[in-house]
């Protein structure tokens, strides 16, 4: 059974830094994609970034320039850099990861992925 937890988060002021951690267990092989996704109350979860197995990387616009993804690919294990943060990176922050033909161009689509972590809460203060 595949798993996916996340840990890492906290309560930082703007400005500050938090490196959240996914460790994924029970899958023998590398996933191909693997993502950040977040949700802030009362409203929808959307794409933070994503790595291919190849080390290709993607990000929204909006975290551009501050968050950095890297995975260890043996250790199947994502990581989420996350500097100069802003109250509005307040959110739940979720790991995903997929395997296969829904994740083979490693899109932020949150319906390709076929496994979620329980999500680490990360809030930003003013």
């Known amino acids: 059974q595949v798993r996916l937890v996340e840990s890492g988060g906290g309560s930082v002021q703007s400005g500050g830094s938090l490196r959240l951690s996914c460790a994924a267990s029970?899958?023998?092989?590398?996933?191909?994609?693997m993502a950040w996704f977040r949700q802030a109350p009362g409203k929808e979860r959307d794409g933070v970034a994503a790595?291919?197995?190849?080390?290709?990387?993607s990000g929204a616009d909006s975290v551009k320039g501050r968050f950095t993804i890297s995975r260890d690919s043996a250790q199947n294990t994502l990581y989420l850099q996350m500097n100069s943060l802003k109250p509005e990176d307040t959110a739940m922050y979720y790991c995903a990861a997929g395997f296969g033909s829904s994740v083979r161009f490693c899109l932020l689509q949150a319906g390709d992925f076929n496994f979620w972590g329980q999500g680490t809460q990360v809030t930003v203060s003013s």
């Open positions: 790595i291919d197995n190849r080390g290709t990387t």
């Open positions: 029970g899958y023998t092989y590398s996933f191909h994609c």
